[in-house]
């Protein structure tokens, strides 16, 4: 059984920085695309980041360009996201994922696999 763990939440002050970890039960490179989402209170689901088997090409979904990192640590199996200046806005608990389909860009259900999330609280 695949095993996603998110950890690294917290609470952060406006402008702060987060760094938040996902460790897979598996080997990363199984995995066609790995990205990650979050939910606020209120909201829907919302994709954050994508990242490509392989590493190359993220893509960022564009209320976190040019503030949000995704990598992927192939000899650890970890998933990593590296939040700066973070605002208010970004307060929402986030997911990793994981899809095996032929398909990454298409929302939540192209992807089969998901973490129980962590918690990023922003305020001042």
């Known amino acids: 059984q695949v095993q996603l763990e998110e950890s690294g939440g917290g609470s952060v002050h406006p402008g702060g920085s987060l760094r938040l970890s996902c460790a897979a039960s598996r080997s990363i490179s199984d995995y066609l695309c790995m990205a990650w989402f979050r939910q606020g209170p209120g909201k829907d689901r919302e994709r954050v980041a994508i990242?490509?088997?392989?590493?190359?090409?993220?893509y960022y979904d564009d209320p976190v360009k040019g503030r949000f990192t995704i990598s992927q640590d192939n000899a650890r199996n970890t998933l990593d996201l590296q939040m700066n200046d973070l605002r208010p806005g970004d307060t929402a608990m986030y997911y990793c994922?994981?899809?095996?389909?032929?398909?990454?860009?298409?929302?939540?259900?192209?992807?089969?696999?998901w973490g129980q999330g962590t918690q990023v609280t922003v305020s001042s």
């Open positions: 994922a994981a899809s095996i389909k032929g398909l990454c860009f298409r929302g939540a259900r192209d992807y089969t696999y």
């Open positions: 990242i490509r088997r392989g590493g190359d090409r993220p």
